[in-house]
């Protein structure tokens, strides 16, 4: 599901260093917070590019430099984007040939609120912008709402996925979280409605919060409270996704070999339903890291990319 946080930040001196100085040039919240994005992305090896799938614009992040080797995409999850994954994909761009992809309504890709946002809907998407692409077989890796759409399309495509790996994986739900007992009740912590949400938020979905200068947080509320609208026709459509027996029966179709890895503190989905993917996926394997929340690939992105990294390693020397 979420994280509509950006970007973890770092180091932290360097870049309170660079706030103060845009700060005391004169520039804008939202000119100091383009210049630290295009900084984390810069320092990741990533450059910034759009394109045109089915009419619709898809934004995504690629290496400035290729690498001979294999291609590896990045789904984020609900209410989020790809700058999600700037930390992790540091680690990795020396290494694969990194696509981090604005899922539509998501981030700087089209925002269509009469556009279909199931998880089967996003797979075909998710399809299509690798065609466009020309990325044939991948190393996908997913987050969230972009974890369950990792599986349904390993199990959907499977002669398109050589590993998958699935971060605190939406789709199943069998063992409940406090964000169900949230949204039952009336408040939906992932959906940023009114000044001051977005740092309750950040509490919500993370153990380990990043260090983020203050211009950062008021510019990323700014921009949540923005997509209010598509966030909740996103919501409406794949809230109950968790529960649908067919997810979970389709899940025993995926070939690739599968990583898990699941933080303990999750409170957006319940860390023990790993089990269930575990169970159901015939060649998965899972780990469960201790002091981390929803997004392990900002709380902990070191440890997240090695994690991978030894995993892709491991498949090929089998």
Same mark, same amino acid.
């Given at each position: 599901?979420?994280?509509?946080?950006?970007?973890?930040?770092?180091? !932290?001196?360097?870049?309170?260093?660079? @706030?103060? /100085?845009?700060? $005391?040039?004169?520039?804008?919240?939202?000119? +100091? %917070? =383009?210049?630290?994005?295009?900084?984390?992305?810069?320092?990741?090896?990533?450059?910034?590019?759009?394109?045109?799938?089915?009419?619709?614009?898809?934004?995504?992040?690629?290496?400035?430099?290729?690498?001979?080797?294999?291609?590896?995409?990045?789904?984020?999850?609900?209410?989020?984007?790809?700058?999600?994954?700037?930390?992790?994909?540091?680690?990795?761009?020396?290494?694969?040939?990194?696509?981090?992809?604005?899922?539509?309504?998501?981030?700087?890709?089209?925002?269509?609120?009469?556009?279909?946002?199931?998880?089967?809907?996003?797979?075909?998407?998710?399809?299509?912008?690798?065609?466009?692409?020309?990325?044939?077989?991948?190393?996908?890796?997913?987050?969230?709402?972009?974890?369950?759409?990792?599986?349904?399309? !390993?199990?959907?495509?499977?002669?398109? @996925?050589? /590993?998958?790996? $699935?971060?605190?994986?939406?789709?199943?739900? +069998? %063992? =409940?979280?406090?964000?169900?007992?949230?949204?039952?009740?009336?408040?939906?912590?992932?959906?940023?409605?009114?000044?001051?949400?977005?740092?309750?938020?950040?509490?919500?979905?993370?153990?380990?919060?990043?260090?983020?200068?203050?211009?950062?947080?008021?510019?990323?509320?700014?921009?949540?409270?923005?997509?209010?609208?598509?966030?909740?026709?996103?919501?409406?459509?794949?809230?109950?996704?968790?529960?649908?027996?067919?997810?979970?029966?389709?899940?025993?179709?995926?070939?690739?070999?599968?990583?898990?890895?699941?933080?303990?503190?999750?409170?957006?989905?319940?860390?023990?339903?790993?089990?269930?993917?575990?169970?159901?996926?015939?060649?998965?394997?899972?780990?469960?890291?201790?002091?981390?929340?929803?997004?392990?690939?900002?709380?902990?992105?070191?440890?997240?990319?090695?994690?991978?990294?030894?995993?892709?390693?491991?498949?090929?020397?089998?």
């Amino acid at each position: 599901m979420p994280l509509s946080l950006s970007v973890a930040l770092r180091p !932290a001196v360097v870049f309170t260093l660079m @706030v103060c /100085t845009l700060l $005391l040039a004169g520039c804008s919240r939202e000119a +100091v %917070y =383009d210049a630290m994005i295009a900084h984390e992305r810069k320092a990741a090896g990533l450059l910034d590019a759009s394109m045109e799938v089915d009419q619709h614009t898809v934004a995504y992040l690629h290496n400035q430099y290729p690498v001979d080797g294999p291609d590896m995409v990045l789904l984020h999850g609900f209410a989020a984007n790809k700058e999600n994954w700037l930390g992790m994909a540091g680690e990795l761009t020396d290494h694969y040939n990194v696509y981090a992809i604005d899922l539509p309504g998501h981030g700087a890709s089209d925002k269509d609120l009469n556009r279909d946002y199931t998880i089967g809907a996003q797979t075909g998407y998710v399809k299509a912008i690798l065609d466009a692409l020309e990325l044939d077989r991948v190393h996908m890796v997913g987050n969230s709402m972009g974890g369950a759409i990792t599986a349904q399309f !390993a199990a959907t495509y499977p002669d398109r @996925v050589l /590993t998958a790996t $699935l971060l605190d994986p939406a789709g199943v739900m +069998v %063992y =409940d979280s406090e964000l169900v007992e949230r949204v039952e009740a009336g408040d939906n912590p992932l959906i940023v409605e009114r000044p001051g949400d977005f740092e309750k938020l950040v509490d919500f979905a993370m153990e380990r919060k990043p260090f983020v200068p203050w211009p950062i947080y008021s510019v990323m509320e700014d921009h949540a409270l923005a997509n209010r609208a598509i966030n909740h026709r996103i919501f409406s459509q794949i809230e109950n996704s968790g529960y649908d027996p067919a997810f979970r029966e389709r899940l025993a179709s995926i070939r690739a070999p599968v990583l898990i890895i699941w933080g303990r503190e999750d409170r957006v989905i319940d860390y023990r339903n790993a089990d269930i993917f575990e169970t159901r996926i015939p060649h998965a394997r899972k780990v469960i890291l201790d002091d981390v929340g929803h997004v392990p690939m900002i709380e902990v992105p070191e440890r997240t990319a090695a994690l991978v990294q030894g995993f892709i390693q491991d498949q090929a020397g089998n």
